[in-house]
Each structure stands twice: as structure tokens, then as C-alpha cells.
């Protein structure tokens, strides 16, 4: 079975602060693929950035950067120098799209980055 | 960049009724499914369509449910009866069915209110 463990409910730092997201997932898949989505207060899904289980590298965009770790089956996202518009849920998920198959996702984080 | 569009953005119904929350995935792709999101919860796989048929279904998408791809453009969810806790967020997604998760795109989704 496939499972997305956010266990962070829901986190608040201030402004400029960095903040982890962690993710631990479980999969009996060898070959599967990583995601977070964010979803600002207006509801839609923003996708943020997508991971093959092949690519262990740590990957920076910006302000946002993510740790992949397969030993201990976590992919956490880190939001360096957080900004007030960052506030949203993020959620983690995961999916084998070589079947072209659904995507789990976690319970979700939420994060208010305060002024 | 393509879009996947849902319509309505906000449907409000009397419980009992019957309600059809329509989609237009993108236009290559050949895979598409149906999410739901219950307020302040996580996203929820409801459904998969390939080949003018159903790929794979959750617990959720009980006989209430029901899809549909009438004309080429159009990837339906149809509700025969609505029930207060059939209130959320519905999301379409599309994928081009090449695997390996690139393409795979949400909706901005459908918020339904049962009243």
C-alpha cells in the first residue's frame, strides 16, 4: 500500500525565518515518483515540483529547496527566508506514473508565516 | 501553457438533487481523473478514465457517482443524489498517459456546497 505521512499539522515562524516541511512516505513500488503541491487560501492545487525515485539529488528553485532522502524514505521541502505570501497548505504525495496511476497525498501542512 | 478548466468554480445544490461538475481536460491528453478534497482535509482519489472506460475507482466513488467523456472534450462527474457530506472540492486532473508523472495537471477545481 501507499501512504504520505505529513506529520506536521500545521507550523507558524515569522517572516524570514526558514522552514522545514517534512515528508516520509511508504511504497512498495522500486520505481515511483514525489511530489508537493501547494494550495494557497484560493484552493487550487499549485504544482511545486515533481521527483523520480532514480534521482536522489537535492533540488534548489529559489527560496524553495528539497531533501530527498531514500534510506529513510522522506523528501522534506525547505522554504528559505520565508515571505508572508508563502502562507498556505502544502501538500506532500506520492504516485507510480509509469502506470499512469493516481496520486496519494498526505493530510497536508499547513503554514502561516506571520509579519 | 495548456490548462485543465473546470466549471462551475462554485455550485451550491439542495441535498437530494442531482449535480454534474464538468471538466475540459487538455486537448493530447488521454488519462483523467477525479479528486475530491473535503474541507480542511487531504485530497482524495475518487477516479481514473482511460479508453472510454473506467481504470480504477476508490472506495469513495460508491454508485452515487458516476463519469463520463460524452463528446471528446468533456470529462464529467455526475452525483445522481447529492448528500451533505458530498460537500468539498472536486478536482479534474489530465495526464498524456507517457508516464513518468510530466504533463500530469489538476484543475482549479469545482467547490460543491450541499445544502
Known amino acids: 500500500a501507499q501512504k504520505v505521512t505529513q506529520a506536521q499539522t500545521e507550523i507558524s515562524v515569522v517572516e524570514k525565518e526558514d522552514v522545514t516541511l517534512d515528508c516520509v512516505y511508504e511504497?512498495?513500488?522500486?520505481?515511483?515518483?514525489l511530489f508537493w503541491y501547494k494550495q494557497p487560501p484560493s484552493g487550487e492545487l499549485v504544482f511545486l515540483i515533481r521527483r523520480n525515485s532514480f534521482d536522489e539529488q537535492n533540488e534548489i528553485s529559489g527560496r524553495y529547496s528539497w531533501n530527498f532522502q531514500k534510506s529513510t524514505s522522506s523528501f522534506n521541502f525547505t522554504i528559505t527566508a520565508s515571505q508572508v505570501v508563502d502562507s498556505a497548505v502544502y501538500f506532500c504525495a506520492l504516485s507510480n506514473l509509469n502506470r499512469d496511476d493516481k496520486i496519494i497525498f498526505g493530510k497536508g501542512t499547513r503554514l502561516h508565516i506571520l509579519p | 501553457e495548456p490548462e485543465v478548466t473546470q466549471t462551475p468554480s462554485h455550485q451550491v445544490t439542495q441535498m437530494g438533487q442531482e449535480v454534474i461538475l464538468r471538466c475540459v481536460p487538455i486537448?493530447?491528453?488521454?488519462?483523467f481523473y477525479w479528486y475530491r478534497q473535503i474541507l480542511g482535509q487531504k485530497v482524495e482519489f475518487l477516479v481514473s478514465f482511460y479508453n472510454n472506460e473506467i481504470s480504477e475507482k476508490s472506495e469513495i466513488f460508491d454508485d452515487q457517482f458516476s463519469v463520463e467523456r460524452p463528446d471528446g472534450s468533456n470529462f464529467t462527474l455526475k452525483i445522481r443524489s447529492t448528500k451533505l457530506e458530498d460537500s468539498a472540492m472536486y478536482f479534474c486532473?489530465?495526464?498524456?498517459?507517457?508516464?513518468?508523472?510530466?504533463?500530469?495537471?489538476f484543475g482549479s477545481g469545482t467547490r460543491l456546497t450541499v445544502v
Open positions: 511504497t512498495r513500488d522500486t520505481t515511483y515518483y
Open positions: 486537448s493530447n491528453h488521454l488519462y
Open positions: 486532473a489530465s495526464s498524456p498517459g507517457q508516464g513518468k508523472g510530466y504533463g500530469y495537471t
